[in-house]
């Protein structure tokens, strides 16, 4: 019988009968008082704690009590239940009495007979061992003996452990009896562990690989763009030319003095003639790297690469949004960038800057929880994307309206459609959608920077309409580029696959370079499989065809019944429309359309084999099929490869490395003053020369003047102009006037003329 509770601290054991006379009192801890030995009448949680085996000394059973909650180093196996192991003690006791009882026998001192723990030796009578069983604990563990017990313990006992120390002192603590067959325990990594392995995390996850393959990917579809990226330009050497030096020019302006961004050193001394063609100016970071000619055309080469990883990461990023699985997305991505009628373009940088449209798509999609597979998720918004898709839609129209314009009615056409289904939807459940003030916070702030964008970048082609009204297209202007139905099927003379093919159909086309729109036939096949067998639903597959329907009406400009209710109303109604002389760019929407059912396809396909590889014992026929859905992507890809030629660039002439500006480079035209643009690179003087989509009058006015340079009349105009200096070409004048008046006196002028290399010099 104990007094106290059990386990706790306060228990104290109370000496009866003989066990009292026998058994020495322990020696107390030091400043701590003594307390009476544990008697051997216990119940069998106390026995299971302290067993006391009054045996003699010399039968082999030795002891060596520990202080409390340590435990012993060293006891034999009928000592186990002395330590808290309840079965170890038990299957001793079975070898030894042959009794299989849980209950531990020990033999009492006085009687010299055995007793079964849980008997009381003064009563007879059996404790219940299940009553005190909370208060047995594991002896090894330091937390289930009792204050009193510790004490006890605190010195050995008088007949079966050994002598007493002198001094009462506890024996030393000694290792943990299980240690040795525990687990080492894992070593804490260092930070160069942990940042390794978030590294190594990041390479492999699929975003950053589908980075890299579509950077790969469009280095080598674009080949040979960066065999000689310094003095070669892909397709020709005059709209890369032009293009190549408004990207410097933004870079170069921004820098030195932004105030005079659109007033450029072109088309002197016109007024906001960098509005006369679409700008690039999205690309102006880059233009603040390097200087000169070859500078710029290495910058173009880099972003014409670019713009193709960029445009194929876009696509299968919108395609993943919207629920293909990754290799529908990548026959979306591929089948979208590199779509033959796209090789026709390969000298319009700022058509085949796309990339933005279908990744800013992703990215709206994705803050707003929507995809066309699964519908509205509101637990998957989040407004972080919902900025991202705004500001990547804002740059994409910063590279131009000739494809960001579309775009931008695109983009206010889904938000009032979004609006009106949002709120109908709320109407005819008549429960509250959940939206959130911060998305519509998101959605606020970034469609008024994208309009913002769009505005500041409107206002100076206004102004350049309003100082040259001539500048507007007219409905007869669509009427030359707008392509007839076959131009669907027709490719470019660029496509390696179906480019010699179609030879005669092209030449049946009046402007071919903008009428050949064949998106691939294998993109048409995916597409139309994914009518009938698609992971998107019924009424998503009809109204993706009915916008492939709808835009390719839209890219046949007049020619679809006059354009009367497609392309006409558009034309005259809607702000900036006008602007748009070429009605086949609009096949960009149908080839992203075309994509989508595609991946809907192919991801159906690839998840039917999924299922059957695994129901199938063996799975052998499974690698073997899972290959197969490789097919639809590797058949998109060859469709588009390309024999773009990449001409070398006319070299800048060393007279135009040290003329002062004002300056006339002599010939002029359409096409040699994009060359005079992209050499005017080196310090920006201001020149008369200039090609973009329109003339001014001015420039028309200059060309005709100067057929008879130098003379007295010419001199005088280009003076009235501002002209300080005029580089005559000798390796452009065959033909021309200036080929006999090259080698003409000019004293009687009052002008100044010096050879340099293989131009003449005039200083005016």
């Known amino acids: ?50 067993p006391t085996d009054h045996s003699p000394p010399g039968d082999g059973a030795t002891s060596g009590a520990a202080p ?15 330590r808290g192991d309840e079965q170890a003690a038990a299957e001793q006791a079975t070898t030894e009495g042959g009794s299989t009882a849980s209950h531990s026998t020990t033999k009492d001192s006085t009687t010299g007979k055995d007793s079964t723990t849980g008997k009381d030796s003064t009563t007879g009578k059996k404790s219940s061992a299940a009553k005190d069983s909370a208060a047995a604990k594991d002896s090894d563990a330091g937390d289930g003996a ?19 120390k002198a001094d009462g002192e506890a024996k030393p603590v000694g290792p943990e009896r ?3 067959f525990a687990s080492a325990p894992e070593p804490r ?10 590294v190594g995390r990041f390479l492999i996850h699929e975003w950053t690989l589908a980075t890299l393959a579509s950077m790969a990917l469009a280095v080598l579809m674009t080949w040979p763009t960066l ?30 003095d932004p105030a005079r961004l659109w007033q450029s050193n072109t088309f002197f001394p016109e007024l906001w003639s960098f509005a006369f063609s679409d700008t690039l100016l999205g690309y102006a970071p880059a233009g603040m790297l390097g200087s000169g000619p070859e500078d ?58 796309n990339g933005g449209i279908p990744l ?36 994409q129209l910063s590279l131009g309206f000739g494809i960001g314009l579309p775009f931008a009615y695109f983009l206010a056409g889904t938000v009032l459609v979004a609006a009106v289904l949002f709120f109908a939807r709320r109407l005819r459940t008549r429960q509250p959608v959940p939206f959130g003030r911060r998305l519509f916070t998101a959605d606020v702030l970034g469609g008024v920077l994208f309009a913002g964008i769009g505005l500041l970048m409107a206002f100076p082609f206004y102004k350049v309409t309003e100082l040259h009204p001539y500048a507007e297209r007219t409905i007869g202007d669509i009427s030359i580029f707008s392509p007839p139905v076959s131009g669907f099927v027709t490719a470019p003379a660029e496509s390696r696959i179906w480019g010699g093919l179609h030879e005669g159909a092209r030449a049946a086309l009046p402007w071919h370079p903008e009428m050949t729109l064949l998106p691939g036939f294998v993109l048409y096949a995916l597409a139309l499989g994914g009518l009938l067998f698609s992971v998107w639903r019924l009424r998503h597959r009809l109204l993706l065809l009915a916008g492939v329907l709808v835009t390719m009406a839209f890219a046949m400009g007049t020619r679809f019944f006059d354009g009367t209710f497609t392309y006409v109303p558009l034309f005259e109604h809607l702000p900036g429309w006008s602007g748009l002389r070429t009605p086949g760019r609009l096949m960009l929407w149908t080839t992203l359309l075309l994509a989508l059912l595609a991946a809907g396809a192919v991801t159906a396909l690839t998840d039917r084999v999924r299922e059957l590889t695994a129901q199938r014992i063996p799975s052998w026929p499974g690698p073997w099929l899972r290959m197969a859905t490789l097919l639809p992507l590797l058949l998109v890809t060859v469709e588009g490869l390309n024999t773009t030629p990449h001409p070398v660039v006319p070299t800048q002439p060393a007279a135009m490395r040290s003329a002062e500006g004002p300056m006339l480079v002599l010939p002029s035209n359409q096409s040699l003053d994009q060359h005079v643009m992209l050499w005017s690179t080196s310090g920006f003087p201001d020149v008369v020369n200039g090609g973009s989509g329109f003339t001014p009058r001015q420039l028309d006015d200059v060309r005709r003047v100067s057929q008879s340079f130098p003379d007295q009349t010419s001199v005088d105009y280009l003076r009235t102009l501002g002209v300080r200096t005029v580089v005559l070409l000798r390796g452009q004048i065959a033909g021309t006037p200036w080929e006999i008046n090259i080698d003409a006196p000019v004293e009687s002028l009052g002008i100044g003329r010096q050879e340099v290399g293989d131009a003449v010099v005039y200083r005016l």
Do not use: C
């Open 189 to 198: 990594p260092s930070i160069f562990s942990r940042a390794g392995r978030a």
């Open 146 to 164: 009792t204050k009193g017990d510790d004490l006890a313990k605190g010195a050995k006992g008088g007949d079966a452990d050994g002598p007493d």
């Open 68 to 82: 409390s909650g340590d435990p012993a180093t060293s006891v034999p196996a009928k000592d186990a239940a002395r």
């Open 227 to 256: 065999r000689y990226p310094r003095y070669t330009l892909p397709q020709d050497y005059w709209d890369p030319s032009l293009q190549a030096w408004q990207m410097a020019w933004s870079g170069h302006i921004l820098l030195a």
């Open 360 to 395: 800013a798509l992703a990215m709206l999609a994705r803050g707003h929880g929507w995809s066309l597979r699964h519908g509205y998720r509101p637990e998957r918004r989040h407004d972080g994307w919902v900025y991202a898709g705004w500001l990547v839609a804002a740059w």
């Open 178 to 180: 299980w240690e040795a």
């Open 1 to 50: 019988m104990t007094s106290g509770q059990p386990g706790t601290g306060n228990t104290r054991p109370i000496p009866t009968g003989a066990d009292t006379e026998s058994r020495p009192a322990a020696p107390a801890a030091a400043g701590t008082p003594a307390q009476p030995a544990r008697t051997s009448d216990k119940t069998s949680t106390e026995s299971t704690e302290a």
């Open 296 to 353: 710029a055309i290495l910058r173009y080469n880099i972003m014409f690469v670019l713009a193709h990883a960029l445009a194929t990461l876009g696509a299968y990023a919108l395609a993943r949004q919207l629920g293909a699985g990754r290799i529908g997305a990548a026959v979306a991505g591929v089948s979208y960038t590199y779509a033959p009628w796209l090789l026709a373009q390969a000298g319009h940088l700022h058509v085949l800057s």
